[in-house]
């Protein structure tokens, strides 16, 4: 089974400022997919990136970036320039890449979270 | 945009009652999901569904849980005789492929007195 591990239960930072998340997770599967999800204060659950596992570049949307390190199974998210609009906790998500049949089915797997504040 | 809707917002209910919990998946979709959350931890899977039929469930999903696709619009998550612990956010999510991106929809908060 897969586990994923966020070990900061909060962080916070400056409006402008970066700040990086960290997530680690364990599997022995090789191909795979790996997330960072938003959850605002509504709840509402919102992909933030995602990484393919076969791929070595690091992802990159606009402002979020991650350091996405294989062998050591780390899979950190850097924000930078924060905004208000960046309070939020934070899940890091796995996905196992799992064929039956030419089926795919897309199971995740979340930390426990971080809660990110971002200060005026 | 097309996005994930979820009815009700919010069920309060009684211990040992059965509640249906309501999904619209987004139209072209094939592959659903439901979640839940309970207050302050995090996001657990407890099924997936491809094809009409269940594709993977966790261990939370045991004989009080169902899924069905009744119309091939609506997707709905019963549970039988709910319980105390039962109480959590419940988020259904779609997606295309198995590994495209998850849509969730805004979550049914339970509550079961």
């Known amino acids: 089974a897969q586990t994923v591990t966020q070990s900061q239960p909060e962080m916070s930072v400056q409006e402008a400022e970066t700040v990086t998340l960290s997530c680690t997770y364990d599997?022995?599967?090789?191909?795979?997919?790996l997330f960072w999800y938003k959850q605002p204060p509504s709840r509402q659950m919102i992909l933030v990136i995602r990484?393919?596992?076969?791929?070595?570049q690091n992802a990159t949307e606009n402002r979020f970036s991650v350091n996405f390190q294989k062998a050591a199974k780390s899979f950190s998210l850097k924000i930078s320039d924060s905004q208000l609009g960046d309070t939020a906790m934070y899940f890091c998500a796995f996905m196992k890449s799992f064929n039956a049949g030419g089926t795919s089915y897309g199971k995740l797997t979340f930390g426990q979270g971080t809660i990110l504040t971002v200060h005026p | 945009e097309p996005e994930v809707t979820q009815t009700p917002s919010h069920q309060v209910t009684q211990m040992g009652q059965e509640v249906i919990l309501r999904c619209v998946p987004i139209s072209n979709h094939l592959y659903f999901y439901w979640y839940r959350q309970i207050l302050g931890q995090k996001v657990e899977f407890l099924v997936s569904?491809?094809?009409?039929?269940?594709?993977?469930k966790s261990e939370i999903f045991d004989d009080q849980f169902s899924v069905e696709r009744p119309d091939g619009s609506n997707f709905t998550l019963k549970i039988r005789s709910t319980k105390l612990e039962d109480s959590a956010m419940y988020f259904c999510?779609?997606?295309?492929?198995?590994?495209?991106?998850?849509?969730f929809g805004p979550g049914t908060r339970l509550t079961v007195l």
């Open positions: 569904f491809y094809n009409n039929e269940i594709s993977e």
């Open positions: 599997t022995s599967e090789n191909n795979y997919y």
């Open positions: 999510a779609s997606n295309w492929g198995g590994m495209d991106e998850q849509f």
């Open positions: 990484q393919e596992a076969y791929k070595q």
